[in-house]
Structure formats: C-alpha cells, structure tokens
C-alpha cells in the first residue's frame, strides 16, 4: 500500500524514488516486521496466558519439558501478522506471486489456528485429525500451485542444482509437484518445532537465502549473468522474505530459551508452506531440501522411526522427531538448538554457492 501510494506522489517528491528499489522495500519490510513483533508481543503473550491456551507436553518426553507446562502456544498469530502487515506495505500488490505466497502463509495459517485452538481450548489432543488437516492443507496449496501455475510467464521446469544446463520439464505435472512441495515443507518445519527457537532459526535463515535467491532470479541482469533461470516477478518475493526474516527474529525474543510463548501450529505450517511456496516461484526447490536440510533431517527421522517400528518392532532413535533424540541423550537443549542453527546456517551458504559452483 505505501509503495503504491509512494509511486503515485514520486514526480512530485523525488526522495520517494527510492521506494522503486526492492532492496529498500526488503530492508524496510523486515523493520517494519521487527517493530510489530516488538510493540505487539507482550501483549499478545499476556493475552495468551490469560486465555490459559497452554502447549500439551508429552508424557512420553524428555523430562526437563515438564517445566514448559503453563507457557502459551498460538504465538505464530503474531508472526503471521508480523509477515502480512509489512508485505501488504512494501510489495507491488499487483503481483500474482505475492499474492500466492500470502494465500498459502494465511491459508496453512488458518488451518494451524483452528488445530491449535482445538488443541487448548477444547482439550482436543487430536485437534482437527490428521486427515482433515491435510485435505484442509491440499485445499491450500491446489489453489497456490494454481494460481502460481497460471502466471503467464511462469515455467514448468526443474532446475537441478550446480549444473547450468540441466532443466527437467515437468508440465502438468508441476501442479501436484508444487502441491506436494508446499504440504511437505509445511509439515517439515512443524515437525521441527519441538524445542524454544529450534525452528524459527532454520527458518530466518532459510528466508534469508530466499531473499538473495529471489532478489537475483527476479533481475535480468543478475540472473543472466550468473546463468540461471529469470523468474519474471520474482524480485518483489524479496520484500516477503525480508518481512518473514524480520517476523522470526522479532519473535525469537519471546521464544528463546527458556520460551515465554511457543508458535504453535499456526506458525509452523504457514512458514513451511511459504518458504514451499517461494522455492516453488524462483525455481530453487532442490535448494530448499538443501538449506532447510534440517527440516529434512527431522522429517526422516519420524518416517524411519515410525517405519522401523512397525517392520521390526524396534526404534532407531531414542525418541522422534531427532531433536528429542539429542536430548534423551544427555544433551542439553540449547546445545541442540544452537548446534541445529549453526548447521542450518552452513547449509544456506552451502545453497547459496550454487550461485557461483554451476
């Protein structure tokens, strides 16, 4: 809204020239994001514990989170609005793109609220059940995948990582392969999030390669230059990212250890189905699996438990998702949560290479 409202007065101040640019709008959006999570957090986290929407801990877990009883979830409400508000601010509101990120970040949003809310408020512990959250989430990301699909200039290929000419043409197929992308990533990082912080690092540092990725698929020049896909549009996802950067560190205050308030479902799902969403855009989906490899690495450790289990009565791990493996362990949980962070960060310069090791 302001950057239209800029563009309509810039003959007459020319200092509003300086809204044209995407690095402005990406380094102000994810201010903007900042000073939400800062001015609204406190009362959100009071809300919240009034409310009495306490997280269920397990039973079954590592016996240092029964001290977690009594600490609010839902707190991913306020990185939902820290992320909408700024976007809505500084990003061209004509392009589809942000318009496809924002559906499935509110969509998966909802879908987390409404399971979270079951959770707390009605004592749930199923919350809508595991088959309606995902034909719920298959809703969403068909309508994203949609309406990215129909973009006029956008492609239907897969590009493979650190090689210039490898395209693979997936057509049709793209829809399910970007339905499929965005329901998993959601899970992935829902799966993730089990210790304070251990999930909003990965993924600040996740939307921050994002920004970099889709700054330069999204510009001619730089995209040509280095060689890779120009992804027509691409550029304001930038401004997305910086606003979603912003909205994890601005909630990474509250949830640090020891955490005064979780994200809950809400949070979860609607940043995995996003960062699914921008990878799917900026034709970057096999660098996803790369930089958030540890949403990866948690995901294969629940499905190989779980797998294992059933095959041969036995686990691999002490406890999925691997987190809570690391902490049966003897670990201590801020040494998993930053030990999992600096992984993650290595992994998005290791994603980010690709740029140049082609």
């Not at 693979?168 to 965005?182: N, S, T």
């Not at 040509?224 to 304001?236: F, I, K, M, R, S």
């Not at 940043?271 to 969403?277: D, I, K, P, R």
Request: positive net charge; charged residues 10%.
């Amino acid at each position: 809204m302001l950057y239209h409202l800029a563009m309509m007065y810039v003959q007459k101040f020319s200092v509003l020239n300086v809204v044209r640019y995407i690095t402005f709008r990406t380094v102000v959006a994810s201010l903007t994001s900042l000073a939400i999570s800062f001015a609204f957090g406190p009362a959100l986290i009071r809300w919240l514990t009034a409310l009495k929407v306490d997280q269920t801990i397990r039973d079954d877990g590592p016996p240092t989170h029964l001290s977690k009883k009594g600490t609010p979830t839902m707190g991913g409400t306020l990185i939902l609005i820290s992320i909408i508000i700024p976007t809505l601010l500084w990003a061209d509101l004509y392009n589809r793109y942000v318009w496809g990120v924002l559906l499935v970040s509110v969509g998966m949003g909802i879908i987390g609220f409404v399971d979270d809310y079951l959770k707390v408020a009605h004592k749930n512990p199923k919350g809508i059940g595991g088959k309606n959250k995902i034909i719920a989430q298959l809703i969403v990301a068909s309508l994203a995948a949609a309406l990215i699909f129909t973009h006029p200039k956008f492609e239907e290929f897969l590009v493979v990582p650190f090689f210039k000419n490898i395209k693979i043409p997936l057509g049709l197929f793209y829809i399910p392969f970007g339905i499929f992308l965005i329901i998993g990533s959601s899970n992935a990082v829902n799966l993730t999030d089990g210790l304070d912080g251990l999930a909003i690092g990965p993924v600040m540092t996740t939307a921050g390669m994002f920004i970099v990725l889709s700054y330069v698929v999204g510009n001619y020049k730089f995209a040509t230059y280095l060689q890779l896909p120009y992804v027509y549009d691409a550029g304001n996802l930038a401004v997305f990212c910086g606003a979603m950067t912003g909205a994890g560190l601005g909630f990474l205050w509250y949830n640090t250890y020891p955490a005064q308030v979780f994200m809950g479902d809400v949070g979860s799902l609607a940043l995995g189905g996003a960062l699914g969403a921008v990878s799917l855009i900026t034709k970057t989906e096999l660098l996803l699996a790369i930089a958030g490899g540890i949403f990866v690495l948690e995901t294969i450790s629940v499905i190989v438990q779980v797998v294992s289990f059933k095959l041969t009565g036995k686990r691999v791990f002490a406890m999925a998702p691997i987190h809570h493996h690391y902490e049966l362990k003897g670990w201590a949980e801020p040494k998993v949560i930053v030990r999992f962070w600096i992984i993650s960060i290595i992994l998005a310069l290791i994603a980010l290479t690709t740029l140049k090791l082609r």
